[in-house]
């Protein structure tokens, strides 16, 4: 029996898996995080964590519709607002990782046996994009949990007055 040529495997590997663009990867993320189409892209359908991804974003949408029929006071959108917020900054956190990752990296990762490929601009302009919305909602996510977190500490804490105090 002849002696595996490891050269040949790697090159029969490669032509049996398509190219995997940075730049794809970076928008799918960008756009499409929230929904693990990234993971999906890069890794296929069988990607367990992918498939996870839709969870918390369906949560916080639930959320956000009880927020917007229901009013401020509904504790369960209080509780899963957030989860949408967390999961967008998630996948914007992704795709500012991927969008950085330099070319020859990537290309060994994800197309090995490959001849590497320039990107160009399309990935920077995916990470300042995912950094714009994912610093935004981030900073809003935090913003609202705190906001309620204090609100519900602050009427669970504080007594009644019993005198009122006129100037």
Do not use: C
């Not at 006071?73 to 900054?89: E, H, K, M, V, Y």
């Not at 609100?151 to 009122?164: D, K, M, N, R």
């Amino acid at each position: 029996m002849p002696a595996a040529d490891p050269a040949a495997d790697t090159a029969r590997h490669a032509d049996a898996q398509a190219y995997r663009s940075k730049t794809v990867a970076a928008w799918l993320a960008v756009l499409f995080g929230t929904l693990g189409l990234h993971r999906m892209y890069l890794r296929g359908l069988s990607d367990r964590w992918a498939w996870l991804h839709p969870l918390p974003t369906g949560l916080g949408l639930i959320g956000l519709h009880r927020h917007l029929t229901l009013g401020q006071d509904d504790r369960l959108a209080w509780l899963l607002l957030p989860l949408l917020g967390l999961s967008i900054s998630a996948a914007m956190l992704t795709a500012i990782v991927w969008a950085l990752t330099p070319d020859e990296r990537w290309d060994l990762r994800h197309n090995p046996g490959r001849a590497g490929h320039a990107t160009g601009w399309g990935p920077v302009l995916a990470a300042i994009v995912a950094l714009l919305l994912g610093g935004g909602i981030l900073m809003g996510t935090i913003a609202y949990s705190g906001q309620r977190f204090f609100e519900s500490q602050q009427g669970a804490t504080l007594p009644v007055p019993l005198i009122v105090l006129r100037a």
